[in-house]
């Protein structure tokens, strides 16, 4: 008898184990999974020099082309979808190649609902749809070490493509600052964390605004004694989509970033404030960025022009940037300074299909604080020149 029950036992675990295998490779069949990523390094000589001081050089691996700090980055992208409306994504970044573990810019599972109109997601959150989207600026208030829940509303009755929503979301400064020691948290407290957003795209333009409100609970190192509120943030994105129909390849957008909206402290709030004008023919790419930022009590405007011309059918792309900084105000960096930094960048680059190899020189010339330790008598001034050989692969 117990051989019986033990056979039957087996059968069912095997049955179970097959039927269980038949689902997977079932959801697998109708799911769609892509990988993509990058993997950018190189070799990368600098030079500081300060004035009345003897130069400082140095060899070392590194990429300047967005690859963090490191010596490069490894950055894995997976995108999962089981055709049902579930799915996840994830990105892995590998910046600091002696670290044992990775980073996780963002993980998270979503969920479609209502004929996609209503998307749910949960986990480390990123890929926002009220993001600034970039170049250069890449901002997104709901990523937050503790993760959260973003619901997005996207109505199919409204012309054009309207997506709203908010994010449950988490501290996101020292949590043992601005707070009495040993008082409770609450749900107000964490719900004072949440993050609106809206985007709308037409035909003729796109917008896209987020804002993250603040709770006192968490505080910034500057505001630890103050209470810990005014640390509200704000990142908006605008585009327009009219020129590029009259002349192809003719774009104008502004992105920026405010933190600090609601702060009484000047000290506080930081506000920065881009505008691109872009002409991409396939012969070139010319592009200006003006901006304007805001610090404590002084205000930087700069303009940055550059222009790259495309040889054999973009094989070859060999072109120049330039950037022009004045900063004013009562807290400008040197009351002597004729401009905040000068920076010029040449660059020489080979386009392969998933991959390139690129060479770029920089010289960047730039004010600095009176007390930033140069010898007595000396102009606070600071010269850095750098190569970078970098080579870049997509995959």
Aim: proline share 4%.
């Amino acid at each position: 008898m117990r051989n019986n029950k033990l056979e039957i036992s087996r059968s069912f675990i095997k049955a179970l184990l097959v039927i269980t295998l038949g689902i997977a490779l079932t959801t697998v069949a109708f799911a769609q999974i892509s990988f993509s990523g990058e993997a950018k390094s190189g070799i990368l000589w600098t030079q500081v020099q300060q004035e009345g001081m003897d130069p400082e050089a140095e060899v070392n691996l590194g990429n300047k082309d967005d690859a963090g700090n490191g010596r490069g980055r490894f950055r894995l992208n997976i995108d999962y979808d089981n055709s049902i409306g579930f799915g996840m994504r994830v990105r892995i970044n590998w910046e600091t190649w002696t670290d044992a573990a990775p980073v996780w810019p963002y993980a998270f599972g979503y969920g479609n609902f209502f004929d996609n109109q209503m998307t749910v997601s949960v986990g480390k959150l990123g890929g926002s749809p009220w993001g600034t989207g970039g170049p250069e600026m890449w901002k997104e208030l709901e990523a937050a070490s503790g993760g959260g829940m973003r619901v997005e509303w996207k109505p199919s009755f409204v012309p054009g493509q309207l997506n709203i929503g908010f994010v449950l979301s988490y501290f996101n400064s020292d949590r043992d600052q601005g707070w009495t020691q040993g008082k409770p948290i609450s749900l107000l407290n964490i719900l004072k964390e949440s993050v609106l957003g809206v985007s709308y795209t037409h035909d003729l333009f796109h917008v896209r605004i987020a804002y993250r409100f603040d709770d006192e609970y968490d505080a910034t190192q500057e505001n630890k004694n103050r209470g810990g509120l005014g640390e509200d943030e704000l990142v908006y994105r605008i585009e327009e989509r009219v020129l590029n129909k009259i002349l192809p390849g003719f774009q104008i957008w502004a992105l920026g970033y405010w933190f600090g909206v609601t702060s009484e402290y000047e000290e506080m709030k930081l506000f920065q404030n881009w505008l691109f004008i872009q002409y991409a023919p396939p012969q070139f790419t010319a592009q200006v960025r003006i901006g304007y930022d805001f610090i404590e009590s002084r205000s930087d405007f700069y303009i940055k022009p550059s222009f790259y011309w495309n040889f054999f059918n973009k094989l070859l792309t060999v072109g120049m940037s330039f950037q022009y900084c004045q900063d004013f105000g009562d807290g400008k960096i040197y009351e002597g300074s004729p401009y905040r930094y000068l920076e010029l960048e040449p660059k020489i680059q080979l386009n392969f299909t998933s991959s390139y190899i690129a060479f770029a020189y920089n010289f960047k010339q730039e004010y600095l604080h009176p007390w930033s330790g140069l010898k007595p008598g000396s102009e606070p001034l600071k010269q850095t020149q750098w190569m970078n050989l970098r080579f870049c692969i997509y995959f």
